[in-house]
């Protein structure tokens, strides 16, 4: 048996190759500065429990796979008949120990009453000056479900939108956050959307930053939300105010194809990596549609193998091969996607620090992560911004933000 070069993981076995290959195709030829042997090597995915020792991602010939397995495993057949599942991949907190899947925020205010809560809040409003402490901590201590009874309520006793109402009493930023928290999270992303959209000029960013980061379901409720709240298509308006290759990304997301499943495909992992590199080396812009649909259809899981794969067959990590081969919006939506599927909640953590370094405060991002996130994985986002930035989410806020703004906002927080 051959050896092929060594993997380029510390302590990871080195590759081997296999009988029943036939001579090297223009595809080896193209890849052989990655080690002596001319032939594609065979790789690990060190960071997956799957029980395999090597396997192969592909086959020049069209014969039958065959995996090297660890000792007591079986023979597994090829990806159209059986798929591998594994369990997901776990993160490590700051004490090196696997840190587990964060829940969604619990923050049901216990024994709530409706009523109370509305007519608290027509007290805060009322008269000469506004009770700004009243406002914060109902609106920060309650589910976004909740809020919504209280917003209805209110509208039922005193005959009053409560967003007009606070509009008359709140001012800037604190204003800004308080309407968006009487918005559900999926209505409040549509409303950002439309914003980034509206008027000459498109807000780029928030299109790649809301679009890029949701699950299907949500993807489905933000686009339900964006017809019911302007009587328009959220997929009309993105193809009308984007163009070229951010489009084509931008609609196949906004399919909710994404597979969600916790299969990982091994065979799929290699050849979509084989895919990437064929499609990007020298040519993106012109084959971008392998990047569209291994990015907007593959599940989270198998995006993560994809990556491994595409690692150890070229030897480049993929946001490296972004970084060099993209550049403007398109770049941002593909490593968005990737560093997604790496870790979400780190990059939501990224995307608050960024906000709130150097001079100079970026509130709008501020107030859309922490409220579109408060109840899906801020808590994980929280916990993973302590470990990457070494200081608390929360200090950072107070230090970069004051009044009610930072009241509300900290109070969100906790």
């Known amino acids: 048996m051959r050896k092929a070069r060594a993997a380029p993981w510390p302590g990871v076995p080195t590759a081997r190759r296999g009988p029943g290959y036939g001579a090297p195709s223009s595809s080896d030829q193209r890849l052989g500065r990655l080690g002596s042997s001319k032939f594609l090597p065979s790789f690990d995915l060190p960071e997956m429990a799957l029980g395999l020792r ?30 591998l599942e594994v369990q997901p991949l776990s993160h490590t907190s700051g004490t090196g120990e696997p840190e587990a899947q964060q829940p969604a925020k619990a923050r049901s205010h216990q024994g709530f009453d409706v009523d109370r809560d509305a007519k608290k809040l027509h007290k805060a409003c009322k008269g000469m000056g506004t009770d700004e402490a009243a406002i914060i901590e109902i609106l920060s201590n309650r589910t976004s479900e909740e809020r919504q009874q209280i917003k209805h309520k209110y509208k039922a006793i005193y005959g009053k939108d409560l967003e007009e109402v606070l509009k008359g009493e709140l001012r800037g930023n604190s204003e800004k956050t308080a309407l968006a928290l009487l918005d559900s999270p999926n209505e409040y992303a549509a409303r950002e959307l439309q914003k ?215 109070a969100l927080l906790h």
């Not at 501020?366 to 470990?387: H, M, N, P, S």
């Open 54 to 83: 090597h396997f192969r991602p592909w086959r020049e010939d069209g014969g039958s796979q065959c995996y090297t397995l660890s000792e007591g495993s079986q023979q597994l057949p090829k990806r159209d008949t059986q798929l």
């Open 196 to 410: 980034a959209m509206k008027g000459l000029g498109t807000d780029e960013t928030v299109l790649i930053e809301v679009l890029c980061t949701r699950s299907n379901k949500e993807i489905i409720a933000i686009k339900e939300a964006y017809q019911r709240l302007f009587n328009r298509s959220l997929e009309s308006d993105v193809k009308d105010d984007t163009s070229g290759s951010l489009k084509k990304i931008l609609v196949a997301l906004l399919q909710a194809g994404r597979d969600e499943g916790d299969d990982i495909d091994i065979d799929l992992a290699g050849q979509d990596a084989k895919d990437l590199y064929d499609a990007g080396e020298g040519r993106w812009g012109t084959e971008e549609l392998a990047f569209h649909d291994v990015l907007a259809r593959r599940s989270l899981k198998q995006l993560r193998a994809t990556f491994q794969a595409y690692q150890v067959l070229i030897g480049k990590d993929m946001e490296e091969a972004i970084e060099e081969e993209t550049s403007g919006d398109l770049k941002k939506a593909y490593l968005t996607l990737v560093r997604c599927a790496r870790d979400r909640e780190g990059y939501f953590a990224e995307c608050l620090y960024k906000s709130m370094k150097g001079s100079g405060t970026d509130e709008e991002t501020l107030i859309r992560i922490i409220v579109t996130r408060a109840e899906v994985d801020l808590q994980g986002i929280k916990a993973k911004f302590q470990e990457k930035y070494q200081k608390s989410l929360s200090d950072m806020v107070r230090s970069d933000t004051s009044g009610d703004f930072q009241k509300l906002l900290v």
